[in-house]
């Protein structure tokens, strides 16, 4: 059964030198710092990849953060993996548990988190299975 954990998160991004900036394209790295409230209240750490281009609102980032807490009172760490396209503003972004890198009570965990900002905030809606001896 497929649980649905919504809240909000605080996130903290620092950029890495070296940029790699030639031709109008950027190359960077960023360190990801994020405090999450609500069904999943937890923090994360991670790394950020990015390629921009000098066309505005176009470029991608790939990022894996490690998540650890407690998900709707269940405590554990998972990976999260993110890979987002933005082509002239329009973005996609897919983030998705890393297959078999859930630990203690949060093993076995699967799932997709859909992360939304609105008037500067961010928010997440996080829709996730875990196996049955796990959530019982």
Known sequence: ?????????????????????????TL???LIEKKFQ?????????QM???????????????????TGALNGRSGSFILHHLGIMERGVPRLNVTVVPDSGTRE??????????LIAEGKHSYEFAYTLPEETRT
């Not at 609500?38 to 991670?46: F, K, W």
């Not at 390629?51 to 790939?62: H, I, Q």
């Not at 949060?106 to 992360?115: P, S």
């Open 49 to 67: 990849l990015t390629g921009m281009t000098d066309v505005k609102g176009s470029g991608a980032y790939v990022a894996i953060e490690r998540v």
């Open 106 to 115: 949060l093993a076995g965990i699967a799932g997709t988190m859909t992360i």
């Open 28 to 30: 960077g790295r960023m």
């Open 1 to 25: 059964m497929t649980i649905l954990a919504r809240g909000t998160f605080a996130v903290n991004i620092t950029p890495q030198p070296p940029e790699d900036k030639s031709e109008g394209l």
């Open 38 to 46: 609500g069904d999943l209240e937890a923090v994360s750490n991670g």
